[in-house]
């Protein structure tokens, strides 16, 4: 087989499987074209994530793209019950650009759902979606009817179940994280039973497979919440960075704001001291909407800035000055909600084999904002790692799922490194990542669960006082973990 690239992975959609020769950075360190450390026994597959950093042993990958009837749901409760009578776990993915294995089975069995069936009921306002859909697809069928996803991330390339699975939030305002969206799904339990959950129904089994990262069943099909598609306004205010959460917050109560996001600057010597603050209202003209764009010059311009920031502190300045004074002079028009939000993360792809694209993402209620500003000047300019980029996001409080990381409305901070593909920025980047969320976690603060795995067992049940009790939980449907993944292993098996 082919090795991949780290590029041609990411369009692929994150994952990389494969035997190919072995290749190691700094140490034994996997890197993200299908190979396995140079020290590995396994002879069989391997299969990677979006990092570049899981590589994992598995047992077999498979992908299934029937639609979501029978033949589906046949085909995986056979490989269940097949991975279950061998011992081994199983996992369903989609784009697998989850960060530290959530969606790999250490020598399991790991199966692929793809298929972009989605059908509207415009009276409902709803769509029954395929579990392995992507958001492109969605995207792609709601918008010729002026629909719109009502929450989903900031890029199109993730599955609609898996946004489920790690309850995942946007940029659209005022909503809170992706699950709360959902209005019923059909879940594969580990027994082999065919569920229908909601918030009213087997709402149990609902609350917990929301953020439960595959480990409570395989969910087949989703009816997710659509609103209409509109045409927006930006407006662009720079402030002290202190000064952001009463912007944020007016902005989010604002009815005529569809749409919010911040920055803050990221050169080394005034760290985090500068805010940006980007509203779109909706436009007064909702004729004649155009047609979903993507990725359009000015993104793929946004993108080459990003990645000459690397080592280049004056380029941040110049970064900086684009997205708060040139930006908004040359590329400030209206753009529809749907164009936002079809955006491929191959877009900000750093072509770069040697290093990778780390995320972190905290979540702060907005009292705690100056306290985590602090933590974050104290912390981060003092490692290794490039900073590239932090976009300050909202998210209401989540009352539903189990593993919640909003409990109080939040502004979630996403941030990208650049990381090189050694030991030593490894160790460096846990080390990094431990401090800040022993920071943030005493004011309060979330650190989110899709990215390394870098978290000590002690600060993710502190972060997740209800982790035991997921344990607890699962185990009891699923008593000989057949749905386990390396998350599971890390983080909630120990429990
Ligand atoms: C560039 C980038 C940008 C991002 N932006 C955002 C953002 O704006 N907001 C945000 O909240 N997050 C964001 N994320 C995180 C992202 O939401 C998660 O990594 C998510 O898991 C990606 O979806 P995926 O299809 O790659 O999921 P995968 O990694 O394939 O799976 C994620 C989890 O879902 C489970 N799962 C998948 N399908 C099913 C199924 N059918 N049934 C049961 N369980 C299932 C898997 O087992 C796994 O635990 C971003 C990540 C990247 C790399």
Redesign the pocket.
Known sequence: MKSLTRRSALAL???AVGWGAARTLGGDLPVLDGTRPANATHAGPVLN??SGLSATPIHKHLTLSDDAGDTLIAAIRKEMADAGLEGRPF?????????GG??IPRNGTAV??DNGNIEIDTAAQTYRVH??A?WSQVISALDPMGWSPAV????N???V???????????PVPFG??GVTVRALR?ILPSGDLVTCSPTENSDLFNL?MG?????????DLEVDMVPNTRLTPSFAEMDASAFPSAFQAAVSDPSVGMAYGRLNVERSSFFEKGLLVTFRHSDDQSDLPAASGSGWVSHLASRLYRAQLGNETMKSFRWWNETTLGPMIGGGAVTRNSLINEP?VT?DDRNPDRT?I?H?YFVSFDAFEPFLQACREIIPASYQEFLNV?L?YVAQDDQSELAYATTPRI?A?M?FSQEMTQRAEADMKRMTQALIDRIAADGGAY?L??RPHARLDQFTNVYPAAAEFAAKKRALDPTTILG?N?WDTYLEPL
Request: glycine share 14%; charged share 10%.
């Open positions: 959609g994150g994952a994530d979006a996992n369903v993915g989609a784009a697998r650009h989850s960060m959530q969606a692929t759902l579990a392995g992507r989903m991330q900031s890029n390339d993730f599955g179940a898996a946004t489920f699975s790690v309850n995942a939030h946007g940029w994280p992706m879940m497979a439960g990262y595959g480990l409570i069943g395989v969910i087949i993360v900000l694209d995320l993402e976009t996001r979630a996403v990208s989110y899709p990215y993944s998350f």
